[in-house]
């Protein structure tokens, strides 16, 4: 296990809706990474937090959006949520290159 | 843009065989690069990685060369366990702080008894 922990694991909301996911970071780490999983896809970069500020954006729109706390967890909000928003979202911590996901929530929106 | 590719999408190797994991990259700046593991319900496990200055790393029973005039990854797994059985990933990136790392679609690699 990588140490890093996700909540909650599973997730259902419908269109519309907003939705926070928390994450806590691997001790140590103060950077936390942010993916979305489709079904059968790899990854895809959402943002990154480093020391409680955004350290870089993927792709993704302004109703995605994060926090960094002291503690060096995190929370990723998405507002407005749409049918295409169901995926697995993956934190990630490092405190260099490496990555170190845990597991997932797993979110479905009706 | 930057994109990672897989040339094959799945993988059947015999128990005990050595399996080989391949994957194209198109940006000739990526400067790092990672294998994940991810098995059913978790996420990505970290297996190797290796930077572009070197052309072959190797950890526990994994292989990872790098041909940067082809832009081509590959991951070798040595005598392949049914606990090797997973969605494998390559993942790259031009940041140097590893911020925004590209994954390929991945390969199932599939373990026959």
């Known amino acids: 296990e990588t140490g890093v922990t996700q909540s909650p694991t599973h997730l259902i909301k419908t269109r519309g809706q907003q939705v926070t996911l928390r994450c806590s970071s691997q001790s140590g780490h103060n950077t936390v990474s942010w993916y979305q999983q489709a079904l059968g896809q790899g990854p895809q970069f959402i943002f990154q937090?480093?020391?409680?500020?955004?350290?870089g954006r993927g792709n993704f729109p302004p109703r995605f959006s994060g926090l960094q706390f002291p503690n060096y967890s995190s929370e990723l909000n998405v507002n407005a949520l749409e049918l295409d928003d169901s995926a697995l979202y993956l934190c990630a911590s490092s405190s260099d290159t490496i990555q170190f996901f845990g597991p997932g929530t797993r979110l479905t929106v009706l | 843009g930057e994109s990672v590719g897989l040339h094959l999408p799945t993988l059947s190797v015999q128990e005990g065989d050595n399996s080989i994991i391949n994957c194209a990259y198109s940006n000739s700046a990526s400067d790092y690069f990672i294998w994940y593991k991810q098995e059913s319900g978790k996420g990505p496990q970290f297996i190797i990685d290796i930077r572009s200055n070197m052309d072959k790393r190797q950890g526990q029973r994994v292989t990872v060369l790098l041909n940067k005039t082809v832009k081509h990854l590959s991951l070798q797994i040595a005598a392949t366990q049914p606990g090797d059985s997973a969605v494998y990933f390559c993942?790259?990136?031009?940041?140097?702080?590893?911020?925004?790392?590209?994954f390929g679609p991945g390969t199932r690699l599939s373990v026959l008894p």
């Open positions: 937090y480093y020391r409680e500020e955004e350290n």
């Open positions: 993942a790259e990136t031009t940041d140097n702080y590893g911020q925004n790392f590209v």
